[in-house]
């Protein structure tokens, strides 16, 4: 049985906070080739300082060098409630109705996010029925 990937969930990530939904929903929101559905690392670089080690209380200590390493630090989602955010409805031009996603952070930072982010008008609605939108780039 093959996986459809459209249906496979993608979490983006903007200032505040992510949103989860599924690969198909993202690309008619955002747009096929758009850079938040795939986002690259950022390389962050560390520096140790030189200082003494001791493997047991009471042992000797040993010296460490100071050093210096770089890594790729890839997007990762911040776990906020139990299931992992609110559950948020959207609906945008093209999306033939409603559609479940999950949202950290607060709504107006995705607000302001969607608001720079999407080439469809979009609106959406929280748990407790607040309705935000609708959001679209502005261009001048």
Do not use: C
């Amino acid at each position: 049985m093959a996986l459809d990937p459209d249906a496979q969930s993608v979490t983006i990530n903007y200032p505040g906070g992510s949103l989860r939904m599924a690969m198909g929903n993202a690309k008619s929101l955002f747009g096929e080739n758009n850079p938040n559905l795939s986002p690259d690392g950022e390389q962050k670089t560390v520096s140790v300082k030189s200082h003494t080690r001791t493997r047991v209380i009471g042992g000797a200590s040993t010296p460490v060098e100071a050093t210096t390493y770089t890594y790729t630090q890839w997007p990762v989602g911040e776990g906020g409630n139990a299931a992992g955010g609110e559950a948020i409805s959207l609906r945008w031009d093209g999306s033939e109705g409603w559609w479940t996603a999950r949202m950290t952070g607060s709504a107006w930072e995705l607000g302001s996010f969607l608001n720079t982010s999407v080439p469809n008008a979009v609106e959406f609605k929280t748990e407790n029925g607040t309705h935000y939108g609708p959001f679209i780039i502005k261009t001048l």
